[in-house]
């Protein structure tokens, strides 16, 4: 006669055994993972070191670059000003009132007609 009893005991002793080892194997894998990680990050940063310093000569494309990058971040800056600006407007009044001469969208919703 089978003692089902018995046999649901070893099963959950086998399975909390199961369970422990996966688990121990899990926190070994992400102390691993955390570990090779680090590594990455202290190489890279090694790494782009390493490189600022050897392009360090290259002063007159690098200011070049910069200008470039500095004129559009500015220019980015002041379209997403714009955007915010226009976007108060029209959240405080419900209405779109043009905010500065150079507000494109309050054009659109000012139209007369709304017929396509």
């Known amino acids: 006669m089978v003692n089902y009893a018995e046999e649901a005991r070893r099963l959950a002793e086998e399975n909390q055994r199961r ?3 996966l688990i121990d194997e899990l926190q070994e894998i992400n102390e691993r993972s955390t570990a090779s990680g680090r590594e990455f ?11 600022r310093q050897e392009h360090a000569g290259d002063s007159a494309d690098s200011r070049a670059q910069d200008e470039v990058t500095e004129r559009l971040a500015a220019e980015a800056r002041e379209h997403r000003e714009a955007i915010a600006r226009s976007m108060t407007a029209r959240k405080a009044n419900q209405s779109v009132a043009p905010v500065d001469d150079e507000d494109e969208e309050a ?10």
Do not use: G
């Open 107 to 116: 054009k659109f919703y000012q139209r007369e007609s709304w017929l396509i």
């Open 19 to 21: 369970m422990t080892i």
């Open 41 to 51: 990050a202290d190489n890279l940063a090694a790494d782009m070191d390493r490189f």
